[in-house]
């Protein structure tokens, strides 16, 4: 997919990092039970640990994935020789380029799972990466789907030569990233494999193209408000996960539409680990970095100070929950001046009282609809303060879009009709039943001028 100028310019600020307490590198957890495949996947993260360190010699833990005991999963093939930074000195030959001289010992092949494959093998399964089977581009590469040998269809993200030597540290960063989380809604890392100048990660392929795709309406039937909710849910539920329950806190620092892949069955999986930071210090208040993201979701606090928290994770979920309630861009340069931004031109209508005429047209509106755009609005613009401190961690977010969920399903799922005789002992849900397309409950929803169809 092209990336529009406006809103994919990746800021890289040439303020360097200040603080050293973020390194590449944490502590192994070995105390875990693994299967055998997770040892050796366990040996790949523990020598990302030592490349991006360049100095310790434990790593993290790698938790499998859900799907690990799936035999059809593509494998990971392991071997030694040199350093992950340099290129190899065998074009012709392809592997897995883990070693360094603290691997040095191993000579022989490790692998994950039952098999393993090679250049060749991607190289085929993406018919030698044939303009058909490619599915995306990014600022660093371009995604290919591939069909392995065995049938599983994974995505490849094959770095664009040209641009290897600015970004080959976002892209060592996302498969170091992506080795060390273990989520439903976090894309899956099966493998990286470097063949002669060629860099490739291969992962876990979302087979329904990503929600800006979705919200353009360029895919799929057009996502209905419960829809939109439920990826919400996902994509809270996987930024809280990377803030709160991995070893070290992660930043993902590039939440947006475009990196929101979409299954079938319309659920969301988080991808794109390139600028995602790790902290090595869990207790510690922020990073200071450089200033990485994509214009329109970037939080103006981090601009200002270059000090990375998770909160500005939230102000980009902020954006997005504006993005997928209007259907518009975060920043819409053709629109006249007051509605270019869109955070502010959705502010303005929702102090106005004008919610819906913020709501995305593709939606369809009913009290209901209208109710969970207006709550998921207020929702986002605590996000989008400009504090930190009144930012909602992601959790409370999760939850917050939990209730709204759960409130919209109360109201448009119709209570099964009981007979007479059963629901004079129920009478408060037969006074329910009626409650479905009420908004009496929401007291400041007031509109000056509301479309007919809303009107009581
Ligand atoms: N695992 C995957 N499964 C299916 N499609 C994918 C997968 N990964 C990426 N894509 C597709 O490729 C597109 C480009 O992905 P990529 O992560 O390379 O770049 P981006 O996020 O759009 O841009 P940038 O990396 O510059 O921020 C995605 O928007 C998506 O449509």
Redesign the pocket.
Known sequence: ?K?SAST?L?YQSSQRTKNSNFQHSSEIDSTKKQNSALKSFKSVVKIFALIFSGRRKTASKVIGNDDRKNTSKPRLMLSSSTDLSSESSNKNSSKWRFSSSYASSSTTSEQLGTGNFTFEEIYKSTAKFSQDNQ???????T?YRGKLNDGTIV?V?RAKKEALQSHLYEFKNEIYTLSKIEHLNL?RLYGYLEHGDEKLII?????N??LREHLDGIRGDGLEIGERLDIAIDIAHAITYLHMYTDNPIIHR?IKA??I?ISENLRAKV??F?FARLSEDPGATHISTQVKG?AGYMDPEYLRTYQLTEKSDVYSFGVLLVEMMTGRHPVEPKKKIDERVTIRWAMKMLKNGEAVFAMDPRLRRSPASIKVVKKVFKLAFQCLAPSIHSRPPMKNCAEVLWGIRKDFKDETTPLPTLPSHQSENFPQREKNKHITFGIEDDDSYKFSSAPNHIRS
């Not at 992962?203 to 087979?207: A, D, L, R, S």
């Open positions: 997919m990336k994919n990746q599915i995306g581009e990014g600022g660093f590469g995604v995505a993200k894309v992962v876990e392929y979302v087979g193209g990503n590039d475009s990196n892949l991808a794109d390139g994509t």
